[in-house]
């Protein structure tokens, strides 16, 4: 994937979604559900950041660093994170200035929230308004 | 006052203690968390040594802010960001100087706490290592082994509190009459600090 600001110079930069699940699977999972429910159009860089470093179940900061890197098109990074750690693990990273400029965790549900801020940066959104838009999934009730 | 020898030997300590009792802190969390505790630890404080020896850091703040950073980056569960972000904020209260007073470490730690506090979103009394770092850092007031036995009985003292955080919170009742794992490893902190500082007075 090709990284970098502004690159094109024409194109609006896109806000970046980093998904960080316990589980590696579900990352990459979700990820690309999310992408085939944007797609239509240019879709934002999304990326997985799930598991270990080994494989296992549990959080990496490394591949959270890794992933908001590589997403970061000078727009922001919305981080969607799932269990425990993961949430434990984002809010350090941010507290201590280890992700990009204008990185954000997001509050919202983990797959619905994913489809959601994925579709909203996609159309170009500002990420205040990814992060609504994610937030938002909260509020649907399934009964 | 304490120099950057002393904090690497606390370390050192720690990770002895974490690899002496990890069967047990994975043992107490099998019944109510995902019997990792204490591999995961393992793996962090085994990471933390290796860094500290590699790196050798010459100040007590930057050797908790190093420890804490590589916790982070290795534990791989909920006490990652935890411990790590402690170890860092208290580094960071410490700043760059050669030697801290005891004093110092008390108020640092104490903002090491709160962070962790802060971060998890838990208050006393839900289940989790604050129930024995916060009895413990008020104690320090009193001594270093005052606080490592705060901090044990702070341990002990969640054995019939319900869960309110992590995983264990979804047992809801179930999660009563165990031992927090997370608690039991703070306890196991503090000790090492005590067992450090009785050996360092000792060598005077």
């Known amino acids: ?143 | 006052m304490r120099d950057a020898e002393f904090f690497r030997n606390w370390m050192a300590a720690a990770a002895a203690a974490v690899e002496r009792e990890a069967d047990r802190l994975t043992e107490l969390d099998s019944p109510i968390g995902d019997a990792d505790h204490g591999s995961n630890l393992l793996r962090g404080f085994t990471a933390v040594r290796t860094a500290l020896d590699a790196e050798a850091p010459a100040a007590p703040g930057a050797v908790l802010q190093l420890a804490g950073r590589t916790l982070i980056s290795t534990v791989g569960g909920a006490s990652g960001p935890l411990y790590g972000m402690l170890l860092r904020r208290t580094g960071k209260e410490l700043g760059e100087a050669p030697e801290v007073s005891d004093e110092e470490l008390r108020e640092a730690l104490d903002q090491g706490v709160g962070a962790v506090a802060q971060l998890g979103g838990a208050a006393p009394g839900d289940k989790t290592m604050l129930d024995a770092l916060l009895p413990g850092v008020a104690a320090l007031a009193t001594s270093y082994r005052a606080a490592a036995d705060a901090a044990e009985n702070g341990a002990l003292a969640t054995v019939p509190m319900q869960a309110r955080k992590g995983r264990a919170s979804y047992l809801g009742e179930r999660s009563i009459g165990h031992q927090d794992p997370g608690a039991t490893s703070s306890a196991l902190l503090l000790g090492a600090l005590a067992d450090v500082a009785e050996r360092a007075e000792g060598a005077r």
């Open chain 1, 1 to 143: 994937m090709t990284g970098g600001h502004g690159d094109g110079g024409t194109q609006p930069a896109l806000v970046g979604v980093v998904l960080v699940s316990h589980s590696g699977p579900v990352a990459e999972s979700v990820a690309e559900l999310a992408r085939g429910l944007a797609a239509g159009g240019p879709v934002a860089p999304v990326a997985a950041a799930g598991g270990t470093s080994a494989g296992g179940l549990g959080t990496s900061a490394e591949r959270i660093m890794a992933a908001a890197r590589e997403v970061d098109r000078g727009a922001g990074v919305a981080l969607l994170a799932d269990l425990g750690s993961s949430v434990l693990t984002v809010k350090t990273l941010l507290l201590e200035d280890e992700l990009p400029p204008e990185s954000r965790l997001v509050d919202a549900p983990f797959v619905e929230g994913a489809v959601a801020a994925v579709v909203a940066a996609s159309a170009g959104a500002p990420l205040a308004q990814v992060a609504e838009a994610a937030a938002e999934a909260y509020a649907y009730r399934k009964v």
